[in-house]
């Protein structure tokens, strides 16, 4: 089982950015994809999560900024992440999960700073 996030970088306040992560080693259109992200000092906090029938959630803190999509032909999730704020800059996860199952897989990460 192998996921890997990429997309991630330095960006300014009130940027955007889309963050991708392909997966592999598992069923990956009959599986829950979702978002994660740890900030320094914080815990972690689930973010959006889009499921094998394509519906979805958010957070609310994330909600009307960030979309969630998946391509299940190239076995990719993806986040678009907008109007990006300080408090954003944080080590995002994409996690998958098999339906039927509690296992979850975990990407390495890949960081987003906001700054100016």
């Known amino acids: 089982v192998q996921l890997v996030e990429s997309g991630g970088g330095l960006v300014q306040p009130g940027g955007s950015l889309r963050l991708s992560c392909e997966a592999s080693?598992?069923?990956?259109?009959?599986?829950?994809m979702s978002w994660a992200r740890r900030a320094p000092g914080k815990s972690l906090e689930w973010l959006a999560g889009?499921?094998?029938?394509?519906?979805?959630f958010y957070a609310s803190s994330v909600k009307r900024r960030f979309t969630i999509s998946r391509d299940n032909a190239k076995n990719t999730v993806y986040l678009q992440m907008t109007s990006l704020q300080v408090d954003d800059t944080a080590v995002y996860y994409c996690?998958?999960?098999?339906?039927?199952?509690?296992?979850?897989?975990w990407g390495q990460g890949t960081q987003v700073t906001v700054s100016s």
């Open positions: 996690v998958g999960r098999p339906d039927g199952t509690e296992e979850d897989y």
């Open positions: 889009i499921y094998s029938d394509y519906s979805f």
């Open positions: 080693g598992f069923t990956f259109s009959q599986s829950a």
